[in-house]
């Protein structure tokens, strides 16, 4: 790695920290935050020939990245984590803490959402909490815009009729 | 879009767990820097070190810990700090009258602190650039404050993370910032740390460098002999020459970017001091492996750096007290996160 690569990665771990640590907390328990942007970030430094050259592109490469580590490299811990936490008699939540008056109202959009396929889910979580355009959904996945553009679609109709049949 | 549609949207949007305006206090300004000095240095972080076959792993680690509370009686540090390496040979420490590190016949530090300098030698060398005047450091520390007033007296721990743009022409302005950080406080249940209710206003942040704060790493001598002297230079004479060898070295550290060749040369002097320890292997507060120097600055008072033995740069430095109640206490601590050249700051 060169001094270069060394100070490109440094000024990208500053300026996108943030906002990776908020694409896992929005998919991850509270308690593994870091350990998604420590493993996404330890991949951005194995792989820097692979990193676009524009800032907004490579926050996206990030997220890509930091999903494959979200929906892989965690399974094994997430599994191990609700054993302990049954072990504890705690019951671990897949998704942050919320206040309690908003529990309820939480578990069953969270119900909602895991009818859906991961794929749906994510490319809804990306577009409405992330906020990101379909152009942007696309480089998140690698895929076409059109292609994005469909999967969009498709998760929306999905979703809309589970909250129908919910009648939510 | 449709009405349905903008509906949908506004359900999925509402149901954001972490909207963007909450999205800055996730991570802490300590667990960023710590991240990124992990990834700077090449170590894996905890979840790759430790490995998480799931849950066998999980119970094994708990097992440690209640293993490490039961038989440790709640004292010290995780086992390889430096703090958890004093207290393992506190007993022969405390056990003459001597005290201290000799009595615990730990081997002369020169060999070691020799490999330590190949270690060093062996970085590819770094060349500043003429647009970057800055040495840019970050390091994490805290110290203590003592608070004695007529009805109780109070002792607080003060903890901070120093960020520092020194010019490497030893003249002109530098600015120090501070701002509050978290303490890894291993044996110290029931302190409080805090922070000055008034940090200095931002103007007090820029100052003029001053000439008693060289020697500059840039006019240093990479020879052994010369830099010895050169170091020696503005610490007290009255003190032992190691205390003010490590001193200096500390000084240096805590002021500029200290580059592999000068990192070498300052190993090599060390290395012929005979009253320095090899204390064996240790991690420093951020989960960085070191190799532990230690020097008995004037017993029951304990000086210790730890040094990466991958790269030969100095990476934390405790002080340990002997002389506390209840054992080993560590009464400050530097831990050295990054340092590098900066074109401003």
């Known amino acids: 790695m060169t001094d270069d690569d060394d100070k490109r990665l440094v000024t990208l771990f500053h300026a996108f920290c943030g906002q990776v640590a908020a694409y896992a907390a929005r998919r991850v328990p509270a308690a593994m935050v870091e350990d998604v942007v420590s493993r996404t970030f330890e991949t951005a430094w194995r792989k820097v020939d692979a990193i676009p050259e524009s800032d907004d592109q490579a926050l996206f490469w990030l997220y890509g990245v930091a999903w494959g580590h979200v929906r892989n490299g965690l399974r094994t811990e997430l599994r191990g984590g609700r054993l302990l ?33 991961a794929r749906d889910r994510e490319v809804l979580r990306l577009h409405y909490w992330e906020e990101l355009t379909v152009g942007e959904v696309a480089e998140v996945l690698r895929c076409k815009p059109n292609a994005a553009a469909v999967r969009l679609h498709r998760a ?10 919910c009648d939510v | 879009m449709s009405e349905r549609e903008d509906r949908l949207g506004a359900l999925i949007a509402g149901h954001n767990p972490v909207p963007g305006d909450a999205a800055g206090a996730l991570l802490t300004a300590h667990a960023r820097e710590a991240i990124l000095a992990r990834l700077r240095c090449g170590r894996a972080p905890r979840w790759r070190r430790f490995g998480f076959p799931a849950l066998a792993a999980s119970l094994a680690l708990a097992g440690c810990l209640l293993a490490v509370v039961v038989l440790r009686d709640g004292a010290g540090g995780p086992p390889g700090s430096v703090l958890a390496m004093v207290e393992r040979n506190y007993r022969t420490m405390s056990a003459s009258s001597r005290g201290g590190l000799r009595a615990a016949a730990f081997a002369p530090a020169g060999e070691r602190l020799l490999r330590l300098a190949e270690a060093a030698e062996r970085q590819p060398p770094w060349t500043r650039e003429p647009g970057l005047p800055y040495s840019h450091l970050v390091i994490e520390e805290w110290s203590t404050e003592a608070t004695i007033g007529a009805a109780a007296a109070d002792a607080v721990i003060v903890p901070r993370i120093v960020e520092m743009w020194m010019p490497v022409s030893g003249t002109g302005v530098y600015r120090r ?16 740390p805090v922070w000055p209710a008034s940090p200095a206003p931002a103007r007090d942040r820029v100052q003029p460098v001053r000439a008693s704060m060289g020697p500059w790493a840039a006019r240093l001598s990479r020879t052994p002999a010369t830099l010895r002297d050169q170091l020696a230079e503005g ?34 002097v060390l290395a012929e001091r005979p009253d320095l320890y090899d204390l064996g292997a240790v991690a420093d507060r ?3 492996a070191g190799r ?32 506390t109640p209840k054992g080993p206490a560590t009464v400050g601590y530097q831990t050295f996160i990054s340092q590098e050249w900066a074109a401003a700051w």
């Open chain 2, 235 to 268: 610490q007290d004479p009255g003190r032992p020459p190691t205390a003010r060898l490590l001193q200096a070295v500390l000084d240096l550290h805590a002021r500029e970017a200290v580059e592999p060749g000068l990192a070498a040369a300052l190993w090599r």
């Open chain 1, 85 to 117: 936490g049954r072990m504890k008699g705690v019951r671990q939540s897949s998704a942050v803490p919320d206040p309690a008056g908003e529990v309820a109202d939480r578990v069953t959009f969270e119900e909602l959402m895991a009818r859906l396929p």
């Open chain 2, 292 to 323: 532990a120097i230690g020097f008995d600055d004037g017993p029951p008072r304990m000086r210790i750096i730890v040094i990466s033995p991958e790269t030969g740069r100095l990476i934390a430095a405790e002080d340990i007290s002997l002389s």
């Open chain 1, 156 to 165: 929306r109709r999905r979703l809309e009729e589970i909250v129908r049949t």
């Open chain 2, 286 to 288: 951020l989960g960085r």
């Open chain 2, 177 to 192: 910032d501070e701002r509050p950080g978290e303490p890894h406080l291993e044996g110290f249940a029931g302190v409080r």
